[in-house]
């Protein structure tokens, strides 16, 4: 602390402090202070202050008591904030505000600095909060660790961005000096993880069976699936990476994210379909679109039409595939290698385990204490 509080006059011409917690970090705070005079003065206070050193030197009150709060602030998360998103002159006209027209103007303030063009999703995290109080304005003394705690309590997981979003902002009004209570011991919300998405062999068949518009989605889907591989690999195969093989089809798969070429094999049915009425040269989905969002959209209403209420994606084939092939009793090495993973861990977080599996996995071990004597009339040699 001693080490890196430092005051100076900034080369525009305003009062400046700053403050660091290591090399490398700091934070500055800025006094719309014009005055030569006082800014020396405020200068020798401030370096005295900061340091721990008793400071006699005769400045206004305001000033010192700016100092204290600044300061405490400061303390409180560990020398390390950001600036102010309002000047300094605007301040006491926020101040008179609520935390809901507060909210309002640091978005906005936000979208400016940073050239965003929409903020629907604070804006939503602000209907939130207004509909939870019950209330068209919330004020600033009300926003206390209890509440916000109280509010994230009320949200389900995948709402965690509408508490971050009021977290952040009030945040910013403790560091503007407009909210008196300690919040900073409030934890965020973090993401729920999702769930991976698994296609059982019924369901892909029955996906599979389901006709579609884009004859291409079916194809590529098929492909996929069968071979495990990645939407950006199998979208950029070719036909020269196919051979025939005595009855079935091999392929050369150049993976693009590990720049492997691995070998796999697929029904001769399965190419066959594919390649109908096709020249069987360069790209095998040429006309495949390369966005991944525009793809997901047709899977799904794929999916919906094959009366598939799971929400999938171009990625879901490769875990199905890694899944099925598990629970047909495959080495899990093996899959690993039909993958292209180089570490076996990754794989293993490919597959779905469910209690059906745990079940499945415990049954020998039912056979064995199904051998136990439970009479209790066991005698001691």
Same mark, same amino acid.
């Given at each position: 602390?001693?080490?890196?509080?430092?005051?100076?006059?900034?080369?525009?011409?305003?009062?400046?402090?700053?403050?660091?917690?290591?090399?490398?970090?700091?934070?500055?705070?800025?006094?719309?202070?014009?005055?030569?005079?006082?800014?020396?003065?405020?200068?020798?206070?401030?370096?005295?202050?900061?340091?721990?050193?008793?400071?006699?030197?005769?400045?206004?009150?305001?000033?010192?008591?700016?100092?204290?709060?600044?300061?405490?602030?400061?303390?409180?998360?560990?020398?390390?904030?950001?600036?102010?998103?309002?000047?300094?002159?605007?301040?006491?006209?926020?101040?008179?505000?609520?935390?809901?027209?507060?909210?309002?103007?640091?978005?906005?303030?936000?979208?400016?600095?940073?050239?965003?063009?929409?903020?629907?999703?604070?804006?939503?995290?602000?209907?939130?909060?207004?509909?939870?109080?019950?209330?068209?304005?919330?004020?600033?003394?009300?926003?206390?660790?209890?509440?916000?705690?109280?509010?994230?309590?009320?949200?389900?997981? @995948?709402?965690?961005? #509408?508490?971050?979003?009021?977290? $952040?902002?009030?945040?910013? &009004?403790?560091?503007?000096?407009? *909210? %008196?209570?300690?919040?900073?011991?409030?934890?965020?919300?973090?993401?729920?993880?999702?769930?991976?998405?698994?296609?059982?062999?019924?369901?892909?068949?029955?996906?599979?069976?389901?006709?579609?518009?884009?004859?291409?989605?079916?194809?590529? @889907?098929?492909?996929? #699936?069968?071979?495990?591989?990645? $939407?950006?690999?199998?979208? &950029?195969?070719?036909?020269?990476? *196919? %051979?025939?093989?005595?009855?079935?089809?091999?392929?050369?798969?150049?993976?693009?994210?590990?720049?492997?070429?691995?070998?796999?094999?697929?029904?001769?049915?399965?190419?066959?379909?594919?390649?109908?009425?096709?020249?069987?040269?360069?790209?095998?989905?040429?006309?495949?679109?390369?966005?991944?969002?525009?793809?997901?959209?047709?899977?799904?209403?794929?999916?919906?039409? %094959?009366?598939?209420?799971?929400?999938?994606?171009?990625?879901?084939?490769?875990?199905?595939?890694?899944?099925?092939?598990?629970?047909?009793?495959?080495?899990?090495v093996t899959i690993s290698k039909i993958l292209g993973?180089?570490?076996?861990?990754?794989?293993?977080?490919?597959?779905?385990?469910?209690?059906?599996?745990?079940?499945?996995?415990?049954?020998?071990?039912?056979?064995?204490?199904?051998?136990?004597?439970?009479?209790?009339?066991?005698?001691?040699?």
């Open positions: 602390m001693k080490k890196y509080a430092k005051a100076y006059i900034a080369k525009n011409g305003l009062f400046s402090v700053i403050l660091r917690k290591k090399e490398g970090v700091k934070t500055s705070l800025y006094f719309e202070i014009r005055d030569k005079q006082t800014q020396k003065r405020y200068y020798e206070f401030l370096n005295k202050y900061l340091t721990g050193t008793s400071a006699d030197i005769d400045i206004e009150a305001s000033a010192k008591k700016q100092a204290d709060r600044r300061l405490s602030e400061l303390t409180a998360v560990g020398y390390y904030i950001k600036d102010s998103l309002f000047p300094e002159n605007e301040i006491e006209a926020v101040r008179a505000n609520t935390f809901t027209g507060y909210f309002e103007r640091v978005i906005a303030n936000v979208e400016r600095r940073h050239k965003k063009r929409s903020a629907t999703m604070p804006l939503y995290a602000l209907k939130c909060l207004l509909r939870w109080a019950g209330t068209k304005e919330i004020p600033f003394n009300r926003i206390t660790e209890t509440y916000l705690t109280a509010f994230r309590k009320s949200l389900n997981p @995948s709402q965690h961005n #509408y508490f971050n979003y009021v977290f $952040f902002v009030a945040k910013q &009004a403790k560091r503007d000096g407009l *909210i %008196a209570a300690n919040i900073y011991k409030v934890e965020p919300m973090k993401k729920l993880k999702p769930i991976p998405v698994i296609l059982t062999e019924d369901e892909m068949v029955k996906l599979q069976k389901t006709p579609y518009k884009n004859e291409t989605i079916r194809q590529m @889907s098929s492909l996929q #699936y069968a071979c495990g591989q990645r $939407f950006s690999d199998v979208s &950029a195969m070719t036909w020269e990476q *196919i %051979a025939k093989e005595e009855d079935c089809y091999k392929i050369s798969i150049k993976q693009k994210k590990t720049d492997k070429t691995l070998p796999s094999y697929v029904s001769r049915e399965l190419i066959d379909w594919i390649g109908k009425g096709k020249e069987k040269r360069g790209l095998i989905f040429p006309d495949l679109s390369q966005k991944i969002g525009t793809v997901n959209k047709h899977l799904n209403r794929w999916a919906k039409m %094959a009366g598939i209420e799971k929400h999938i994606g171009t990625h879901t084939f490769r875990r199905s595939c890694a899944t099925l092939l598990y629970r047909k009793g495959v080495n899990i993973h180089s570490n076996i861990e990754t794989t293993m977080r490919y597959i779905g385990i469910n209690a059906e599996d745990i079940f499945e996995g415990l049954k020998p071990m039912q056979k064995i204490t199904g051998a136990f004597d439970y009479s209790g009339n066991m005698k001691v040699a």
